[in-house]
C-alpha cells in the first residue's frame, strides 16, 4: 500500500474544486444516480485512490470513466479520495426483491464477505463499502470480477466470485443494495 502514501496532506477544498468534472455521472457530493454508475461518496479514502491509480494506468477499464482518471496526478487522486471519503452516503433507489435479499444474505454469509468488507460491508482502506451501492453496478462489477475483465486489485475478488453463480451474483447485489450505506469508521 506504500503507493497510497500520501506525499502530502490530502486537501479537501482542493478535492472539492477538482471533483467539478466528475459531478456529471457521481453526483455534486458523490452519489450518483446513473444505474450502473457507483456512488462514490463514503469510500474508504485508500479504496478511491487505488481504483484511481488502476483506471490511469489501464489496469482498469470503461469507455466512461477511463478519460477521467488518465490525466490525475497523485496529489490529485489524494485529494478527490479525501474529498469523497468525507461525502456522506446516501442509499440509492432500487427495487429489492426481498426473497433475493435473504437468499444474499445467506450467500454473504457462506462467503465470509464480511470477513474483508466488514460487518454491514461498509468498507475500511482498500476495500469497498458495498451496503447501498447501486445494484446496476453491483451486478456489473461482480460478472466483471468473474469474467476476469474488472482489473482488481490483487485477485482477491477474482478468487472470491468463481464459486457464484449467476443467480448468486444477483441475489447478493439484492442483499448489497438493501443494507443502510453507513460511512467506515
Ligand atoms: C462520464 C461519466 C463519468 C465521469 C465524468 C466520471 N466517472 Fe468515475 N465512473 C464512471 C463509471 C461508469 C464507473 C464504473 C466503471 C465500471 O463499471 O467499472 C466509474 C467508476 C469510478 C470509481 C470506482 C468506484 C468503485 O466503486 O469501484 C471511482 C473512484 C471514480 N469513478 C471516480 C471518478 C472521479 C474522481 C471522477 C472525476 C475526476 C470521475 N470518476 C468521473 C463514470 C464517470
Ligand atoms: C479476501 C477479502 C475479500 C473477500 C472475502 C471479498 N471481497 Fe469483495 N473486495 C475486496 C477487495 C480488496 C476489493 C477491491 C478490489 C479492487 O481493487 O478492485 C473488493 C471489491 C468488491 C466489489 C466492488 C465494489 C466497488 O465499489 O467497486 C464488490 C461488489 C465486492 N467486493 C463484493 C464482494 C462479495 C459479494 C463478496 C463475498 C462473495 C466479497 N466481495 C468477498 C476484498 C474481498
Known amino acids: 500500500m506504500a503507493a497510497a502514501a500520501p506525499a502530502r496532506a490530502a486537501d479537501l477544498e482542493a478535492g ?40 490511469r494506468d489501464g489496469r482498469r477499464k ?47 454469509q457462506q462467503h465470509h464477505c464480511v470477513s474483508c468488507h466488514r460487518p454491514g460491508l461498509v468498507g475500511h482502506e482498500q476495500i469497498p463499502r458495498l451496503a447501498g451501492q447501486d445494484l446496476a453496478y453491483l451486478v456489473k462489477i461482480l460478472r466483471g470480477f468473474k469474467a476476469q475483465t474488472a482489473g482488481d486489485l490483487d485477485g482477491t475478488m477474482t478468487t472470491a466470485v468463481q464459486p457464484l453463480s449467476e443467480a448468486d451474483i444477483e441475489n447478493l447485489a439484492h442483499y448489497m443494495a438493501s443494507l443502510p450505506p453507513a460511512q467506515p469508521r
Open 62 to 108: 470503461d469507455p466512461q470513466m477511463t478519460p477521467f482518471g488518465a490525466n490525475l496526478t497523485d496529489a490529485d487522486m489524494a485529494d478527490l479520495a479525501a474529498f469523497y471519503a468525507a461525502q456522506r452516503p446516501t442509499p440509492r433507489p432500487a427495487a429489492t426483491d426481498p426473497s433475493k435479499v435473504a437468499a444474499g444474505r445467506e450467500l454473504a
Open 16 to 55: 472539492s474544486r477538482k471533483s467539478e468534472p466528475c459531478k456529471a455521472c457521481h453526483g455534486a457530493d458523490g452519489n450518483a444516480s446513473i444505474p450502473g454508475t457507483p456512488s462514490v461518496a463514503g469510500q474508504p479514502v485508500y479504496f478511491t485512490h487505488w481504483q484511481l491509480i488502476k483506471f
